[in-house]
Every structure is written in structure tokens, then in C-alpha cells.
């Protein structure tokens, strides 16, 4: 894979802090493409083949990753958090976080408190599940003074301190964030890689802010650019080492076709669209269903109604400190991804929604 991919989910940047990786993407996209269009909550875009008279395309990652907000600081010199997009406190007992200081990136380590059984022992309450917010971070501050005089503050970003391990066969990446980095990453080589020589649309490739909280830099985006389509590139939760379904995802087995999920049943044309692009090349790909939900559902609702589809990267364990993606499926989400940007035009566009 790219190192651009190793960089993006390195940097810091849950939901409402995500200028890192705004910055990040509009470094790497402005070599590239035509404009710079910025959303006014942070969603950055590079237009490809701005003004053709064809329909508006437009692909995007989220750059968001799940983490938590410092809200407060107890005597004791432990931090009080509540969490940032949808986790579960267990998920995150005792795990390595880096409190983000300043603009500069500086960051606070600590660990997420959890009582050893031995000071249990003998208890007869039986162990209950455990809320985000009542976890504490423990950074070694001997009290709150002290905590404040390393420089925690009340609304600064947490996140898990990424330990980015490759495989021992060298085609899996274990990772935070690569949901939705993956998706950030995608767009930029999509950028650097598609000539305008080569669309017949206006293609704007870019990602969306504070998805994890939801959707809601989708939602001004797409009120910016008004796309025809929109294409979501994001990692989907495989169920695979726990048993699951035809239909819960595989890593290793392809694109995830994100047919259902509670707020964006898949049009029946645009499925039939990349169903028929994928087997014309072999494009491996599984039919993917979701309890939950992309930038897709917040933008087919956009602008009197916008054709969307969801490209899923298959990953296990995400909204976790660490998930996996295997290099074969980033290969297969790529092809896809390629291909039907190149077939979008009026006529193409006009067919998938003559087929409802």
C-alpha cells in the first residue's frame, strides 16, 4: 500500500478536530486537481474536469475516527471522558491513549484505568458492563493541579495511541482509524491517478468531517457540491472471526456491495450498475449488510434525491484502539472504484435511474 496510508491514520483527529487530516488531504490533493472546495464545517474536495457538461460525481472517505473529548479533571489528577462516535466502554478498558495538547500535535499519554481482580476478589456483585463515560485516563498525574500543569484542558481531543503492525504474511495492516482513513486514502490516489481525459463527468474526490457523529459533514457538503452521484468509500465491520453470515463480510474476499442498512436501502440501479462493472473484470466483491449506516444515507436525501452507493473495504474490529484490512481487498476496492468512475456520464446515469 501507499505510505500515504500509513501517514493518515498516524495523525490525530476525532470528529469536530479533524484540521490535521484536512490539511493533510488538501496538501496531497492540490498537486492534482483543478479547485480546492471547502466546506464550511471542514469537508475538503479536488475537483477533476470542473465545468464538463456531464453529471456531477463525487467520491469521498470521512476523516473522522472514533476517540473521546477530555471533560474534566478529578482531584485525584484523573481524566474524565465522553466518547466520540459509537464505542463501547469494555472495547476500551485499560488501553493506551494520547491526549492531543495543541496545534502542534503534542500529546499526553495515558491509560485507561481498570481495577486488577485482585481488589475485587471476594466481592459478590457480579461484574456490570462498563459506560465510555465513566472511564478515566490515567496520565501518572499525582493530582489535578499537577494534571493541568502537564496541559490537559476541558475539550481536547482523545485518541488510542496507534500501533501500526503489519502481518506476519504482509498482506494484512493493523491500525486505529482506518475507518475512515482508508477512504481518504483512496480518494487521493483516485486523484492522483484519474486523468480528466478520461471522464465524462465532473469528479469531485475528497472526504466528508464528523461522520462518526452523524453524518453531518455529508450533509453540507452535499449541499455544496450538488452531486448526481455520490460514491462512499468507507471500511464496513466483517463478522468473520465471530462466526458470522453470507452477509456479514470476509476480509480478503473483496468489496463489500453494501446492498441494506437501516437508513439506505441500495438503489436498485446503481446496485445493478456495479454489480454488472465488477464481473466484467472479475472485480471480486460480497453482498454486505449493515446495521450500520455511511455518508451515502445522509446524501441520497440530498438536493431532491441523489443516486448513491457505499464501496465497503472489508475490516475487522473497527470502533476499536486497533482494526485490520487485508491488501487484497484494497485491490479490489480500487479496480472498482476506478472503472465506474470512468463510466459515469449522462446516458449512464440516466439508465441507473430508469431502473428502480
Known sequence: MDKLYRELVDLPGVSSFEKPIKDYMREHLAPYVEEIVEGRLGSVFGVINKGYNGPKVMIAGHMDEVGAIVTGIEKTGLIKITNLGGVHGDVFLSQHFDIIINDELETIPGVTASKPPHLSRGSKEAPKKIEFNKLRIDIGADDKEHAEKLGVKIGQQVVPHNNFTVSKDGKKFFSKAWDDRFGCGISLEIARDIKKEDLECELYVGATVQEEVGLRGAKTAAGLIKP?????????????????????????????????????????????????????????????????????????????????????????????????????????????????????????????????
Not at 264 to 283: L, R
Not at 304 to 332: C, F, N, Q, W
Open 228 to 356: 448526481d452521484v455520490f460514491i462512499a468509500v468507507d471500511c464496513s465491520p466483517c463478522a468473520d472471526s465471530f462466526e458470522g453470515d453470507d452477509v456479514s463480510g470476509k476480509i480478503g474476499k473483496g468489496f463489500l456491495l453494501r446492498f441494506y442498512d437501516p437508513r439506505a436501502i441500495m438503489h436498485q440501479g446503481m446496485k445493478e450498475f456495479i454489480i454488472n462493472a465488477a464481473e466484467e473484470d472479475g472485480i471480486k466483491f460480497q453482498y454486505y449488510k449493515s446495521m450500520g449506516g455511511t455518508d451515502a444515507a445522509r446524501i441520497q436525501l440530498a438536493n431532491g434525491g441523489t443516486l448513491v452507493a457505499t464501496i465497503g473495504m472489508p475490516a475487522r474490529y473497527i470502533h476499536s484502539t486497533t482494526s485490520m484490512i487485508s491488501i487484497d481487498d484494497y485491490k479490489e476496492v480500487k479496480k472498482i472504484a476506478y472503472k465506474i468512475i470512468k463510466m459515469f456520464n449522462h446516458k449512464t446515469v440516466e439508465q441507473i435511474k430508469a431502473n428502480v
